[in-house]
């Protein structure tokens, strides 16, 4: 059987079609007893991942507070400990926009 999604990808049981908490709760894990992770991880784990490597990948800090709904920046300025970002040699502005000119005149 084929499933069309028009909203969620998968549906649940909901009668909007969503999964409840508890049901995605037991799929996790039942998951995770497949697996040899022995700490402690929830659905909650899955929200800081994928803030973290979104910040790993050079998202700025505020359009991720804005994806997480966050209300005050410093909530998610927590993630920044965690992310293993590299770090970006320091540039003047200038120094751009003369790279800029002098690609624009070759």
Wanted: proline share 4%.
């Amino acid at each position: 059987m084929a499933e069309n999604p028009h909203i969620w990808l998968f549906n649940g049981k909901e009668a909007d079609g969503k999964y409840s908490v508890r049901g995605l709760s037991w799929v996790m894990r039942e998951n995770l007893k497949k697996t040899s992770i022995t700490k402690d991880v929830n659905l909650h784990s899955l929200r800081h991942s994928y803030a973290t490597h979104l910040l790993e990948q050079g998202i700025n800090i505020v359009t991720l507070k804005e994806l997480l709904g966050h209300a005050d920046i410093t909530t998610t300025m927590l993630y920044l400990h965690v992310a293993q970002c590299p770090l970006i040699k320091p540039h003047s502005p200038l120094d751009t926009l003369y790279n800029f000119k002098k690609q624009n005149n070759e």
